[in-house]
């Protein structure tokens, strides 16, 4: 199993950048995909940036394409979620998530790790 832990988040005012980092622990996973999903209140959760941690390929939502950006660290086992020009529409719980099961998805089903979660708050 894989043990994920996030941390990064926090207040920041509408143009303002934040790094989310996401820490796995437990298991190999060079061969996993690794993602981000966001839910704000009242609302499902959504896909926001996957990332190949053997290939390195990427995707992102259409909402935050061209403003986040995910990466991965292998040394430091480590994946994050670079986020600029961040707007109120940003604001939300977001997770980090592995999938044992492929190598790169977008799909929330098909990944079986998950985080705790790590809430960011945009304010106008």
């Known amino acids: 199993q894989v043990q994920l832990v996030e941390s990064g988040g926090g207040l920041v005012q509408a143009g303002g950048s934040l790094r989310l980092s996401c820490a796995a622990s437990?298991?190999?996973?060079?061969?996993?995909?690794m993602g981000w999903f966001r839910q704000a209140p009242g609302k499902e959760r959504e896909f926001v940036a996957a990332?190949?941690?053997?290939?390195?390929?990427?995707r992102y939502a259409d909402s935050v394409k061209g403003r986040f950006t995910i990466s991965r660290d292998n040394a430091k086992n480590t994946v994050y979620l670079q986020m600029n020009s961040l707007k109120p529409e940003d604001t939300a719980v977001y997770y980090c998530a592995a999938s044992s099961r492929v190598g790169f998805t977008i799909t929330q089903g098909l990944y079986n790790y998950w985080g705790q979660g790590t809430q960011v708050t945009v304010s106008s």
């Open positions: 437990g298991r190999t996973f060079s061969t996993y995909a």
């Open positions: 990332i190949s941690w053997s290939t390195g390929n990427t």
